[in-house]
């Protein structure tokens, strides 16, 4: 099934193909990237930003804050906003990454906790049968 463009999927599935190609890309060029696409015009910066974030972090690349905030100041419809928004706007992506991580550390410690669970079944069952 072909996936509709003017989506954050859409944008979230060309966004993966280009960190496939070369994962070291910086956070200002993969967002200079995604703006360039028509098909993604509808996207506001802010949310292009957030979505590249949320995106790194899911493929377990490593965003410092440095990076994020030299990102956020080359892009110009955010680069106008006060101190206090700038600053405001940091933290929740940062927010966003922690959650991220967070979120798959559940995740991974579910699926560790599930083989555990299926390794000791089994192993009951078979002392139960032996």
Same mark, same amino acid.
């Given at each position: 099934?072909?996936?509709?463009?003017?989506?954050?999927?859409?944008?979230?599935?060309? /966004?993966?193909?280009?960190?496939?190609?070369?994962?070291?890309?910086?956070?200002?060029?993969?967002?200079?990237?995604?703006?360039?696409? !028509?098909?993604?015009?509808?996207?506001?910066?802010?949310?292009? /930003?957030?979505?590249?974030?949320?995106?790194?972090?899911? /493929?377990?690349? !490593?965003?410092?804050?440095?990076?994020?905030?030299?990102?956020?100041?080359?892009?110009?419809?955010?680069?106008?906003?006060?101190? %206090? %928004?700038?600053?405001?706007?940091?933290?929740? /992506?940062?927010?966003?990454?922690?959650?991220? %991580?967070?979120?798959?550390?559940?995740?991974?410690?579910?699926?560790?906790?599930?083989?555990?669970?299926?390794?000791?079944?089994?192993?009951?069952?078979?002392?139960?049968?032996?």
């Amino acid at each position: 099934m072909k996936t509709p463009a003017q989506t954050p999927k859409y944008a979230q599935i060309m /966004l993966i193909k280009l960190l496939k190609n070369n994962s070291s890309l910086s956070i200002s060029r993969l967002f200079r990237r995604l703006r360039s696409y !028509k098909r993604l015009s509808c996207f506001g910066d802010f949310q292009i /930003l957030h979505l590249i974030i949320s995106t790194m972090a899911k /493929l377990g690349i !490593k965003i410092n804050k440095s990076r994020l905030l030299y990102a956020y100041n080359k892009i110009d419809e955010l680069k106008q906003n006060t101190k %206090e %928004e700038k600053h405001d706007d940091i933290q929740q /992506l940062l927010s966003s990454i922690k959650f991220v %991580e967070n979120h798959l550390l559940t995740c991974r410690n579910m699926e560790d906790k599930r083989k555990v669970n299926k390794i000791i079944i089994k192993s009951s069952s078979e002392t139960i049968y032996a």
